[in-house]
């Protein structure tokens, strides 16, 4: 390492503004029941703090805290779409965890929306995706949500440039790791290996993050039947 690059560096580095901090609670929030055959979407409001001093224009992370009452909180698949239509995961399902203490003021933390603006309407969509129909019903209480960024614009964010060839990088790469898994779901079907309920599981739970990736690219979109049909 040099250390006098490093000195020579920091005598000209630009630190990212303050961060700042903004909690949006719903005091008339409406509790909405959920199922494993019917799930919940809301639409919540937030202004990030306009005109005072937390406001937040620039997103860092983005906490969703949650309370929710299911039997078995293991088979819920949680989705928060922000404002400007970034569709992230929070929570997917986990067959294992068959607990039923659901999530009492739980946080649950992205990156995905980084740099955008937190302002307008987010949506939360909540499902019991286990696919298993056993009758079980839950609720959700309430929500807060939490922003964390910047009022100003960071420095950084005017040279773009390498954060797109990053992200193209990152792109290219989860889409060759997207075609290999494919591959051995595909190789799985052909050996008759999904005969065991664990390679089935795995099968679909992959297939699903496969999906939910694509419909965001508008790639193609796949399920299990369709390579069995082949």
Same mark, same amino acid.
């Given at each position: 390492? !040099?250390?006098?690059?490093?000195?020579?560096? %920091?005598?000209?580095?630009?630190? =990212?503004?303050? &961060?700042?901090?903004?909690?949006?609670?719903?005091?008339?929030?409406?509790?909405?029941?959920?199922?494993?055959?019917?799930? %919940?979407i809301i639409n919540f409001?937030? #202004?990030?703090?306009?005109?005072?001093?937390?406001?937040?224009?620039?997103?860092?992370? =983005?906490?969703?805290? $949650?309370?929710?009452?299911?039997?078995?909180?293991?088979?819920?698949?949680?989705?928060?779409?922000?404002? &400007?239509?970034?569709?992230?995961?929070? /929570?997917?399902?986990?067959?294992?965890?068959?607990?039923? *203490?659901?999530?009492?003021?739980?946080?649950?933390?992205?990156?995905?929306?980084?740099?955008?603006?937190?302002?307008?309407?987010? &949506? /939360?969509?909540?499902? #019991?995706?286990?696919?298993?129909?056993?009758?079980?019903?839950?609720?959700?209480?309430?929500?807060?949500? =939490?922003?964390?960024?910047?009022?100003?614009?960071?420095?950084?964010?005017?040279?773009?440039?390498r954060r797109d060839v990053?992200?193209?990088?990152?792109?290219?790469?989860?889409?060759?790791?997207? #075609?290999?898994?494919?591959?051995?779901?595909?190789?799985?079907?052909?050996?008759? *290996?999904?005969?065991?309920?664990?390679?089935?599981?795995?099968?679909?739970?992959? /297939?699903? *993050?496969? !999906?939910?990736?694509?419909?965001?690219?508008? $790639?193609?979109?796949?399920? =299990?039947?369709?390579?069995?049909?082949?």
């Open positions: 390492m !040099n250390a006098f690059s490093f000195v020579m560096a %920091a005598r000209s580095w630009t630190n =990212v503004p303050k &961060q700042r901090i903004c909690t949006t609670v719903f005091p008339s929030f409406t509790k909405r029941s959920i199922s494993d055959t019917s799930g %919940a409001r937030t #202004d990030a703090c306009a005109g005072q001093i937390n406001e937040v224009n620039y997103l860092e992370h =983005v906490q969703l805290v $949650l309370d929710i009452v299911y039997p078995i909180r293991g088979h819920l698949s949680i989705f928060v779409v922000s404002p &400007q239509g970034t569709r992230t995961q929070l /929570l997917k399902v986990r067959r294992e965890d068959k607990s039923p *203490a659901g999530f009492r003021h739980w946080p649950f933390m992205s990156v995905h929306t980084w740099a955008e603006n937190p302002k307008g309407v987010w &949506q /939360l969509e909540v499902d #019991d995706k286990s696919g298993r129909m056993e009758g079980i019903n839950g609720i959700i209480n309430n929500i807060t949500l =939490v922003v964390y960024g910047t009022t100003e614009q960071p420095a950084h964010y005017a040279t773009s440039s990053r992200d193209d990088f990152v792109t290219n790469n989860r889409k060759d790791i997207d #075609d290999l898994w494919l591959q051995r779901v595909k190789r799985l079907i052909n050996d008759r *290996a999904l005969q065991r309920a664990d390679y089935i599981d795995g099968a679909m739970r992959y /297939l699903d *993050a496969v !999906n939910q990736i694509r419909k965001r690219s508008t $790639l193609r979109s796949y399920t =299990v039947s369709e390579f069995v049909s082949r």
